[in-house]
Each structure stands twice: as C-alpha cells, then as structure tokens.
C-alpha cells in the first residue's frame, strides 16, 4: 500500500511539474468555456437595411426599430444591396407602397455566401412579420403556445449547457490521451520493461497510474466548476454525489480504452492518430456544443450508444435539475458506462503488454 501511495505520489509531482501537459489538462478548457461563454451567450441582432420609399409602411418600420431582435437601418436600395454583399448587413428588407384591402408583398434580400446567418434572418422576419401583422390589424390571435421546462430548473444559458458537455470531453481528453499517449512513452522507452525487475508490483503500479489520473480528473473538473460558476457566473445545480458517480465511471471507460490503445501501439506516433480517431467523433457528435437531437435521425440513434453521449447526457441533465437518480434516463445512461467498462475493460486485459 505504501509503495502504491508513494508511485501515485511521484506520479502527481511529475504531471505539475509538465507545465504543457498541465496547460492543456487544466487551462486549455478553462480558456474554452471562457471563449464559448461570449460567443453563446451574447444575444444576436439580426442587422437589417430596411428600404422603405415614400408612401410605404411606417408603421412596419416602427415595430422593427422598437424590436430587440433587429438592429434597423434605413437606406436607399443600391446602399442596402451593396451593404448586404459586403455582409456590412444581414439582410435588406423592402417595403413597397402599400394599397388599403390589398396584400403588401414584403422582399427580403439576403446574402447566401453566410449561410447560417442568412437562415436566421430570414427565420426572424418571417416570424415577426407575422406577429406584426396580426398585432397591426387588430386581429386577435388564434393560437398562443405556453412554454414549461418538464422539471422545475434554472433559466439555463449556452453557457450552462456547455459546462456539463466540456466536464465530459476533458474527462475523456485527460484519461484517454494520457494513458494512451503516456504508457506508450514508457514502453518505448523500457521504462516499464524495467518496473518489472524492482519490487514494485505490477498490480501497485497500474493501481497508482489509474489513481493518478483519477485525482487529476476530479481536481481538473472541481476548477472547472468553480471557475465556471464564479467567474462566468454559470447556474447549475450540483449534485455531487450523482456527478461524482458519473465522472468515475467516465474515467474508468476511457481509461480501459487507453490500455487498449497502449496495448497495440508500439511507438507515441502510431498512439496519437488511433486516440484522435477515437475521440474525434464523439467530440463532435456526442452532444458537447450542441444537442444529439439536432443530429440526423440514424445518426442521432448511432451515437446515443457512444460512451461520451452518455456521460455528458447524465451530467448535463444532472446540473439542469431535469435528471435524478431515480429517473430511467439516468440509470439509462449509468448501465450504458457500465457496459462499456465491462467490455473495454476485458478487451484491455487481454491486448495489455508490458514490453
């Protein structure tokens, strides 16, 4: 046991001591959530040019300019045309002369070359458009949708939904690139073929490596949280025993995976490719930055079995508030981590070597 201590011990001074290795264990994904929390967080305005000639609707433009949604700017048509292929606008919105009892026929001129930010400018004119025009008209409206969130949680941000996704992708990040990467280090070096010949036990030394990665990942998210929550002010709830869970079943499925990938690498150049081809497109897919559910429907049924869909699905409903442990979604997601570990696990004791 002490031999254990002291290998985990020497184990945690050398990875503070790697000061790249630390930049990207810890500071990498606090400057990540720093990053995202602007960029998610930040309201968008569509910028629209707005061409109205004399007898058009004022009116329209009235609402448009008291709108938080757009950020109105009249000009003439050549300026708006010209101002919306230098993408200095969003959109150009024209109003012709409109005639009492007739359709006025809006047209809105958007530049394709962005393509996201043209859907969403069309999307917000169309949709205020059409309240506009049942609000202008007196009309009373036929339908009105009321929105509830299914459980009781906080108002959540992209920024609060980011915070579970990147806990998940450096837990996966952290246990699989460094045992990966770092066994294979040593073995190339016949760092561990000589671990063998000292009284150091095998079972002691694979012990300390997985405690070692263990306290780095639960102190790596424990700052994460903090300084999401204090210094972005993110609102989350914290069941730590729940998420205790989750990241410890994490570790211990991406961990296996690196043994695997350290048991058929035989140089550090051959291990990072296979652990990039791995983690890449669970980085992507497994609902990090942006939901499963906006996945293609086969897609979306593929990668909900990813280890990674799963940890950052019950984090992610654990700090909203929407899961707990007693819900079948959660115990859903637990099972899931469990088999993988359980397959992983026996596919690592039978491809792991010491030379």
């Not at 300026?79 to 007739?102: C, E, M, S």
């Not at 429907?297 to 799963?310: N, S, W």
Request: charge should be positive; glycine fraction near 8%.
């Amino acid at each position: 046991m002490n031999a254990t201590l002291e290998l985990m011990g020497s184990l945690l001074r050398q990875t503070v001591r790697n000061r790249q290795g630390l930049f990207w264990t810890l500071f990498f994904p606090l400057v990540l959530m720093f990053v995202f929390s602007f960029l998610g967080n930040s309201q968008s305005r569509v910028n629209l040019a707005v061409v109205s000639p004399s007898g058009g609707s004022n009116a329209v433009v009235k609402v448009l300019k008291r709108s938080s949604v757009f950020h109105v700017q009249t000009l003439s048509r050549k300026n708006a045309l010209t101002q919306v292929k230098n993408g200095q606008q969003d959109a150009a919105l024209f109003i012709p002369q409109t005639r009492r009892g007739q359709t006025t026929k809006l047209t809105l001129r958007y530049n394709n070359a962005n393509l996201l930010g043209a859907q969403e400018s069309v999307s917000a004119v169309e949709a205020f458009i059409a309240q506009a025009d049942v609000a202008l008209s007196g009309r009373p409206p036929l339908f009105a949708v009321s929105a509830k969130p299914v459980a009781h949680s906080h108002s959540a941000s992209y920024l609060d939904f980011l915070l579970p996704g990147v806990l998940a992708l450096m837990t996966m990040q952290n246990s699989l690139f460094g045992i990966g990467s770092g066994l294979t280090r040593w073995k190339e070096k016949g760092i561990l073929r000589r671990f063998r010949v000292t009284p150091v036990k095998p079972l002691q030394f694979l012990t300390a490596t997985v405690a070692n990665y263990i306290v780095i990942g639960l102190v790596t998210s424990a700052i994460i949280i903090g300084f999401s929550m204090a210094i972005l002010h993110a609102s989350v709830t914290l069941a730590w025993g729940p998420m205790l869970l989750v990241l410890l079943l994490a570790m211990g499925c991406f961990l296996s995976i690196g043994f695997i990938v350290a048991g058929f690498s035989k140089t550090q150049e051959a291990t990072i490719p296979i652990v990039n081809l791995i983690s890449f497109p669970m980085m992507f897919l497994s609902g990090i930055f942006f939901p499963v559910s906006s996945l293609p429907k086969l897609l979306g049924e593929i990668v909900q079995y990813f280890p990674l869909t799963y940890v950052s699905g019950a984090l992610r409903g654990l700090m909203s508030g929407q899961l707990t442990t007693g819900d079948a979604a959660f115990r859903t997601d637990i099972i899931g981590l469990i088999v993988w570990i359980v397959v992983t696990g026996a596919v690592a004791a039978r491809t792991w070597r010491w030379e």
